[in-house]
C-alpha cells in the first residue's frame, strides 16, 4: 500500500506543478495585456516571445467572441478559463490525492 501511496503523492506533486505552469502563463498574459498598452517594440525578443505564447490561445478564445471593437476581452476569457481549471480540477485533484496518500500511508500494510 506504501508504494500505491507514494505514486499518488506523486501524482499529486505533477498536479501541482501543472497548476504553477498555469500561473507562469497567467503572469505571461497580464505581460500581454500591460505590452498592448504600452505599445513596445514587437521586435524586441521577449515580446516577440510573449505575443508567440499567448497568440495561438487568445485566438480561439476570438473566434468565438463577439466583436467589441477595439476592446479585446479575450485574455479577461483565457484568465478566468485559468482560474476555474486551477480551482475546479487542479485544486480539487490535488486535495483528493493528498488526502488519499496520507491516508494509505497512516494504515500502512
Do not use: H
Not at 500581454?32 to 487568445?58: C, G, H, Q
Not at 481549471?85 to 480539487?92: A, L
Amino acid at each position: 500500500m506504501i508504494l500505491f501511496a507514494n505514486i499518488l503523492f506523486a501524482l499529486a506533486k505533477i498536479v501541482e506543478l501543472a497548476s504553477g505552469l498555469l500561473t507562469v502563463y497567467k503572469y505571461l498574459l497580464l505581460a500581454r495585456v500591460i505590452i498592448s498598452w504600452i505599445n513596445a517594440d514587437p521586435y524586441n525578443p521577449i515580446v516577440n516571445f510573449i505575443y508567440r505564447v499567448t497568440e495561438p490561445i487568445l485566438y480561439r478564445v476570438r473566434r468565438y467572441m463577439p466583436n467589441t471593437g477595439m476592446i479585446d476581452l479575450s485574455p479577461l476569457v483565457v484568465f478566468l478559463l485559468i482560474y476555474l481549471v486551477q480551482i475546479i480540477v487542479f485544486d480539487t485533484a490535488y486535495y483528493y490525492l493528498i488526502s488519499y496518500s496520507s491516508q494509505l500511508k497512516v494504515q500502512g500494510p
